[in-house]
C-alpha cells in the first residue's frame, strides 16, 4: 500500500542563499544511495532574491506526491532563526525540529557550511548509512570545500548527540 | 540501465539528447530554463533565442528540413509563440516539433496562471503532461515519436512542481539516430495562403480525429483498479497527491490530456459510485468530460487557484470548503544588497515618476523602499504602456512617465516598443530606461542578444541596445552606469523628463551575481584572441 507510512519526511527551510536547496540536494542524494526513492520539491525563481526558501526531501520505498503535507513533516531543518516561526506549522505534532542555534556557529570551520552542519545533526536520526552521506557531500560540492564540510558534518553530528 | 535522481526539467533534456534531437530553442522563463541548458551541457545543440516567437518559427523550420527540435518556454511565452503555433498545427512538420510550456499555478515566479491545456484544444495539437522526472523523460520522448509519426507539433505541459521536483529517472539507450535533414519541396503544405490552408484544416482536424481513436486504446491513460466505491481521474502531479489522499480509491491517470480519451474516462466513471475530476487551474477536463454527457465531479471553484498538494485533494474529496489555512506568510524576495538599479529606484522615487515597468528582478523595486512601479504586465509591455499613458494624460502628468525595462526583456518584446515609441510619439515625448545588467538575471543568469554570447558563453554576434535606439531616430541617446554615478544619473533623467523628445537612456552595471562570471567570458574570449564578434555599428 502506498499511503505515504513509510515515507520520511524532511523539510527545510532558510532565506535565500544560505544553502537550503543544496542541503536538500544532499540529503535527497544521500538517501538515493542508500537505494531509496525520493522524490525532493521545491519552488526556485522569486525566491533566489533573499526571500524565504522551503525545500522538501521525502525518501521511503515508494514516494508519490513529491511535496511534504503541511503538519506532516517528521523533521525540519531550520537555518535562519528569523525562518522558524514561519516553518514551524510545517512539522508534524511528534516531529523533531533542528534549529539553526544547535550548532555553534563560531565552531564551524566556515558560516557558510551551516547547512551541511545541519545535516550532520539531522543524520544523527535517519538510518542512512554515513558513507552515502559523505558520497552526497563529495558529489554536491566543489573538491577544495569537502573537508571543510566533512568537519561541519561532524560537528552537527556532534552536538545533535549532546541536545 | 543508469538510474540519477533528475528534475522534471533535466529530465526532458536527457530525452532530448536520447531522442536525437537535432536543436532545442526558446528563451528562459521559470520553470522552464534548466531544459535547454541540460540538453546543453549533454551536448545537444542549445540556444536561447530573443523570444518564444522566433523560437518556436526556428524549431519549425528546423522540423519543416526533417529534423528533431524542441522549443521550450513557460506558459506566458506560449502566448508569444501562439501565433506561428496555430497555423504549424495547419502546415505540420516532417521531423518532430515538441513544444514544453511550463506551467505556474500558484504563480511562483510568474504575472498569472493561465492553463496552457487551453492552448492544445484551441490550436488542435495533442499534449502531453508528465507527473514526474520519470514520465517527464518518457513522455517527453513520446511526444517526439507521437510528433514524427502524426507529423504535427506536440505539446509537452509541464508544471512548476514536475519541472523543479527531482525524482529517480532510468534513461533508455539511445535511439537509432534520426533522419538526416534535407529540403523537399511541398507548396501546398507549407505555404499557407487560403487555398492551401483550407485544406490544410481539414487535414488538421482529420488527423484529430485519428489522434482520438487512438488516444482510446494508447498507453497514455492508466486505469489502476481500486474499491469501486471512489474513482479519480487526474493529470500531472495531482495523480500523485491523488494516490497517497486516497489510496483506496480507483484511478485513471490522463498523461495524454488532449485529446482525451473520452471512451475510457465513461468506462471509468461507470465502474464507481463516485467519480472525481481532480485538477490543477482550469476545470479543462471536467468540462470536456461533462460535455460529452459523462457524469462527474468537478472541484469546487476555490481550488481553481493555487498549486494543488495532497491536504487540497484531501479537501476536494471531502467536500470540505472551509477556509483554508493561511499559507505561511515568509520574508520576500528583494533587489540585492548591492544591485545596481538601487539608485535607479530612488532617483525615480525623487522625480516622482509614474514607471510604467517591465518582468525580471527589477519589477522587485514595486517592494518597499521604493515602491518605485506602476504597472507590470507583460514582457516589453513597459513600452506600449508607458506611451499610452503618456498620450492622454494632462501634461503635467505625462511629463512624469518613464519606462523601465531590463536588457532581456528589451531584445525580447521590448523593441518592438521602440519602434512604436519613434513611429507615434506623445507630444510630451517619453523617456525609456532600459536596465542593462549584462544579463538575464531573474532566471538564472543567462545569455541574450544583448551580452554577445551563446547559451553556453562563446563570443558570437552582440546587440547594441544605444546602436539600435540611435538608428531607430530616438533624439536623445545616453549610456550612463548608475553606480558609477548615481549624481549624474539623477541629472540626466531630471534633464530628458524636462524635454518634449524622445530620449532612451541605458544603465549600465553588470549584475551583482553574474559580474564575476562576465568577467571570465570576457577574458576566456579575449584569450581565444576572438575576432569574430561582428559589434553592431552605432549609427
Avoid at chain 1, 120 to 126: D, K, M, N
Avoid at chain 1, 128 to 146: C, D, G, V
Wanted: aromatic share 4%.
Amino acid at each position: 500500500m502506498s499511503d505515504g507510512a513509510n515515507v520520511v519526511n524532511v523539510v527545510f527551510a532558510g532565506l535565500g542563499g544560505q544553502g537550503v536547496i543544496k542541503a536538500s540536494d544532499i540529503l535527497a542524494d544521500a538517501a538515493f544511495r542508500a537505494g531509496r526513492d525520493v522524490k525532493k520539491a521545491e519552488v526556485h525563481g522569486m525566491s533566489q532574491r533573499g526571500g524565504s526558501v522551503t525545500s522538501d526531501v521525502r525518501f521511503g520505498r515508494e514516494v508519490l506526491s513529491p511535496m511534504v503535507p503541511r503538519g506532516e513533516a517528521h523533521y525540519l531543518v531550520v537555518l535562519s532563526a528569523s525562518e522558524l516561526a514561519v516553518a514551524r506549522p510545517l512539522l508534524g505534532p511528534k516531529g523533531v525540529l533542528i534549529p539553526p542555534d544547535l550548532v555553534d556557529e563560531a565552531a564551524l570551520p566556515n558560516r557558510k557550511s551551516l547547512n551541511v552542519a545541519l545535516l550532520g545533526a539531522l543524520a544523527r536520526h535517519l538510518d542512512l548509512p554515513e558513507e552515502h552521506w559523505l558520497a552526497a557531500i563529495r558529489a554536491a560540492l566543489p573538491e577544495r570545500l569537502h573537508e571543510v564540510n566533512e568537519k561541519a558534518f561532524r560537528l552537527g553530528r556532534a552536538a545533535a548527540l549532546r541536545a | 540501465m543508469e538510474r540519477r535522481l533528475l528534475s522534471g526539467d533535466e529530465a526532458v533534456a536527457a530525452a532530448a539528447a536520447d531522442g536525437g534531437v537535432h536543436l532545442g530553442t526558446g528563451y528562459p522563463g521559470t520553470p522552464s530554463t534548466e531544459i535547454l541548458e541540460a540538453f546543453s551541457a549533454l551536448r545537444g545543440r542549445a540556444q536561447w533565442a530573443p523570444n518564444e516567437k522566433v523560437a518556436l518559427e526556428v524549431g519549425l523550420g528546423a522540423a519543416f528540413a526533417g529534423a528533431r527540435a524542441i522549443v521550450t518556454m513557460k506558459h506566458v511565452g506560449l502566448n508569444v509563440a501562439a501565433d506561428p503555433l496555430f497555423t504549424a498545427a495547419y502546415t505540420g512538420v516532417s521531423g518532430a516539433l515538441v513544444v514544453v510550456a511550463a506551467d505556474d499555478p500558484g504563480m511562483a515566479s510568474s504575472q498569472n496562471e493561465q492553463d496552457s491545456r487551453r492552448y492544445a484544444v484551441a490550436a488542435g495539437l495533442p499534449m502531453l503532461e508528465p507527473a514526474d522526472s520519470q514520465e517527464a523523460y518518457d513522455l517527453a520522448l513520446a511526444a517526439l515519436e507521437l510528433s514524427q509519426r502524426w507529423q504535427l507539433p506536440v505539446i509537452l505541459r509541464m508544471t512548476t512542481r514536475v519541472c523543479h521536483s527531482k525524482s529517480i529517472v532510468v534513461r533508455r539507450s539511445r535511439s537509432a539516430p534520426a533522419q538526416v535533414p534535407r529540403f523537399r519541396r511541398d507548396v501546398a503544405a507549407r505555404v499557407m495562403i487560403p487555398a492551401y490552408a483550407r485544406p490544410a484544416h481539414l487535414r488538421l482536424r482529420k488527423k484529430l480525429e485519428s489522434l482520438q481513436a487512438w488516444a482510446e486504446t494508447a498507453p497514455l491513460a492508466v486505469w489502476r483498479e481500486g474499491d469501486g466505491k471512489l474513482g479519480i481521474v487526474a493529470n500531472g502531479v495531482t495523480a500523485r497527491h491523488a494516490r497517497e489522499a486516497a489510496p483506496g480509491a480507483s484511478l485513471l491517470e490522463l498523461k495524454l490530456v488532449h485529446p482525451l480519451p473520452l471512451e475510457k474516462i465513461r468506462a471509468f466513471a461507470a465502474s464507481v459510485e463516485r467519480c472525481v475530476v481532480l485538477e490543477e487551474g482550469d476545470p479543462v477536463i471536467a468540462d470536456a468530460v461533462r460535455a460529452a454527457g459523462i457524469a462527474v465531479e468537478a472541484k469546487a471553484p476555490a481550488f481553481r487557484f493555487g498549486e494543488l498538494d495532497v491536504p487540497r485533494v484531501r479537501r476536494i474529496l471531502a467536500r470540505d470548503l472551509s477556509p483554508e489555512p493561511e499559507a505561511p506568510k515568509g520574508k520576500p524576495p528583494q533587489l540585492c544588497e548591492a544591485c545596481p538599479y538601487h539608485p535607479v529606484y530612488s532617483t525615480l522615487k525623487k522625480l516622482g515618476c509614474i514607471v510604467a515597468g517591465d518582468i525580471g528582478c527589477y519589477t522587485l523595486g514595486v517592494l518597499p523602499p521604493y515602491e518605485g512601479m506602476d504597472t507590470c504586465v507583460a514582457m516589453g509591455a513597459s513600452l506600449g504602456v508607458g506611451l499610452g499613458l503618456r498620450h492622454v494624460l494632462p501634461e503635467e502628468d505625462a511629463r512624469k512617465v518613464v519606462s523601465i525595462i531590463g536588457d532581456s526583456t528589451f531584445v525580447h518584446t521590448g523593441l518592438n516598443g521602440l519602434v512604436e515609441m519613434v513611429y507615434n510619439p506623445p507630444p510630451t515625448g517619453h523617456v525609456l530606461v532600459v536596465l542593462d545588467n549584462g544579463t538575464t538575471a531573474m532566471t538564472g543568469q543567462q545569455e541574450h542578444p544583448g551580452t554577445g554570447r551563446t547559451l553556453d558563453h562563446a563570443p558570437t554576434g552582440k546587440l547594441s541596445i544605444e546602436g539600435l535606439a540611435r538608428a531607430l531616430g530616438v533624439t536623445n541617446v545616453d549610456v550612463v552606469d548608475p553606480i558609477a554615478d548615481p549624481a549624474g544619473f539623477e541629472r540626466l533623467l531630471a534633464d530628458r523628463l524636462a524635454r518634449r523628445e524622445l530620449s532612451v537612456v541605458v544603465a549600465r552595471r553588470p549584475c551583482i551575481l553574474a559580474a564575476a562570471d562576465i568577467r571570465k567570458y570576457e577574458k576566456a574570449a579575449a584569450a581565444a584572441g576572438c575576432a569574430a564578434c561582428p559589434e553592431v555599428e552605432n549609427v
